[in-house]
């Protein structure tokens, strides 16, 4: 199985900075990465798919980047409402999608 | 608007088989731009992918759960169905359906229910 790791696990920043969480994979999965925000007791919301397209009505402060193992989600300027978890999710495997372990973005 | 909603009971025995239903609103499942798929989150952990289903039956799942896993679809009532057998503690999580992109064959997950909790106990 393609396994995927983020870093970091947890991340602390605050209203106005610029973060950027990296997500790697253990082999090349070309562009099939996805990313998902996950607010407590909600359903995952897709965010970024394919790497760097942004989902319908996901702010542009959003956006992602990478290519074959080496990706990152990056938050342009933090908005009280992005603290939340998020995981990335490869697609490349047909039959074997696997997601990161997740990162917490705190205040 | 696309929603999806997750049914079927909270507790599970151990040893005995867990059955979700997924109602597809506001749309249609024999849509062939999508599959449909179901994703579990132990508590307090990451998402795991379980399986996936096409309108015409077609399936494939998550080789780690493959043998005690069934995902089915009925297309009259716009559903579809998880089941997972002789069930341990391990299993309990939310269970979330979701709608899977499949037109554009980056295969993401695009639209997800609010996900119901299920828990193995006797």
């Known amino acids: 199985d393609i396994q995927m790791t983020q870093s970091p696990s947890s991340l602390s920043a605050s209203i106005g900075d610029r973060v950027t969480i990296t997500c790697r994979a253990s082999?090349?999965?070309?562009?099939?990465l996805n990313w998902y925000q996950q607010k407590p007791g909600e359903a995952p919301k897709l965010l970024i798919y394919a790497v760097s397209n942004l989902q319908g009505g996901v702010p542009s402060r959003f956006s992602g980047s990478g290519s074959a193992t080496d990706f990152t989600l990056t938050i342009s300027s933090l908005q009280p409402e992005d603290f939340a978890t998020y995981y990335c999710?490869?697609?490349?495997?047909?039959?074997?999608?696997?997601f990161g372990q997740g990162t917490k973005l705190e205040i | 608007q696309l929603q999806l909603q997750e049914s079927g009971p909270g507790l599970v025995r151990p040893s005995e088989t867990l059955s979700l239903t997924c109602t597809v609103s506001?749309?249609?499942?024999?849509?062939?731009?999508?599959?449909w798929g179901w994703i579990r989150q132990p508590p307090g952990k990451g998402l795991e992918w379980i399986g996936s289903?096409?309108?015409?039956?077609?399936?494939y799942y998550n080789p780690s759960h493959k043998s005690r896993v069934t995902i089915s679809v009925d297309m009259s009532k716009n559903q579809f169905s998880l089941k997972v057998t002789s069930v341990t503690a391990a299993d309990t999580a939310v269970y979330y359906c979701?709608?899977?992109?499949?037109?554009?064959?980056?295969?993401?997950?695009?639209?997800w229910g609010q996900g119901t909790l299920v828990t193995v106990s006797s």
């Open positions: 289903i096409y309108y015409s039956g077609s399936t």
């Open positions: 999710q490869q697609t490349y495997s047909t039959g074997v999608y696997t």
């Open positions: 082999q090349s999965i070309n562009m099939f």
């Open positions: 979701a709608r899977q992109d499949y037109s554009s064959s980056w295969y993401y997950f695009d639209d």
């Open positions: 506001g749309g249609s499942i024999s849509s062939s731009s999508y599959y």
